[in-house]
Nanobody
Framework: VQLQASGGGLVQAGDSLRLSCAASGRTSGGHDMGWFRQAPGKEREFVAAIDWSGEITYYSDSVKGRFTISKDKAKTPVFLQMNSLKPEDAGVYYC??????????????????WGQGTLVTVSS
């Protein structure tokens, strides 16, 4: 499975961005998907995840109510709609995929495939 993330950019605090993650390869549509981010000097942290059917979503407390992850059932791409962006949301955003990742969705090690990352910069 190959993942391609896109949609990052430079925005001001309070603005919105929509990230996309396109997956290709055998059975890619049947994987649970997640978004993680990593700021300079910090560890990669969980942002949001969605199960393969697109029906169950998970969010970190820091983005709950502002970000929305979505996908069509058993299809890609996966989207991350980010509203009311804050400077602390800045970083490289990575999409990830893996069968069964939903059972420990917040852990990077349960995802088998990773995209290259897309940079989000939020100015105050």
């Amino acid at each position: 499975v190959q993942l391609q993330a896109s949609g990052g950019g430079l925005v001001q605090a309070g603005d919105s961005l929509r990230l996309s993650c396109a997956a290709s390869g055998r059975t890619s549509g049947g994987h649970d998907m997640g978004w993680f981010r990593q700021a300079p000097g910090k560890e990669r942290e969980f942002v949001a995840a969605i199960d393969w059917s697109g029906e169950i979503t998970y969010y970190s407390d820091s983005v709950k109510g502002r970000f929305t992850i979505s996908k069509d059932k058993a299809k890609t791409p996966v989207f991350l709609q980010m509203n009311s962006l804050k400077p602390e949301d800045a970083g490289v955003y990575y999409c990830a995929a893996g069968p069964g990742a939903r059972f420990s969705y917040y852990r990077p090690d349960v995802y088998d495939y990773w995209g290259q990352g897309t940079l989000v910069t939020v100015s105050s």
